[in-house]
Nanobody, 116 residues
Framework: QVKLVESGGGLVQPGGSLRLSCAASGSIFGFNAMGWYRQAPGKQRDLVAQITSLGSTDYADSVEGRFTISRDIGANSVTLQMNSLKPEDTAVYFC??????????WGQGTQVTVSS
């Protein structure tokens, strides 16, 4: 079992920045990838950004150039740096970890609200 704990959400004005972190603990062997997803009210959960065990990254078109995902191997954590935030970035952000043997885990989510 793997436990993922997110932190760093909150309220920010348009144009501001937030930094989300996701810390993994437990049976974290066989790491494949970790990503951030978001879900706004009444909408599906969509991929925001992900990073693989090889360090390759992938971003949604809507956040490309504004968000940066990075991984701290020693700390078993992933960070999402969000800059130039827009009201449409408002959502609950979830961390997802993918490990060997098809194991997939989700964090509990953290609220990000972009509003003046």
């Amino acid at each position: 079992q793997v436990k993922l704990v997110e932190s760093g959400g909150g309220l920010v004005q348009p144009g501001g920045s937030l930094r989300l972190s996701c810390a993994a603990s437990g049976s974290i062997f066989g790491f494949n990838a970790m990503g951030w997803y978001r879900q706004a009210p009444g909408k599906q959960r969509d991929l925001v950004a992900q990073i693989t065990s090889l360090g390759s990254t992938d971003y949604a078109d809507s956040v490309e150039g504004r968000f940066t995902i990075s991984r701290d191997i020693g700390a078993n954590s992933v960070t999402l740096q969000m800059n130039s935030l827009k009201p449409e970035d408002t959502a609950v952000y979830f961390c997802k970890g993918v490990y060997s043997r098809g194991r997939t885990y989700w964090g509990q989510g953290t609220q990000v609200t972009v509003s003046s």
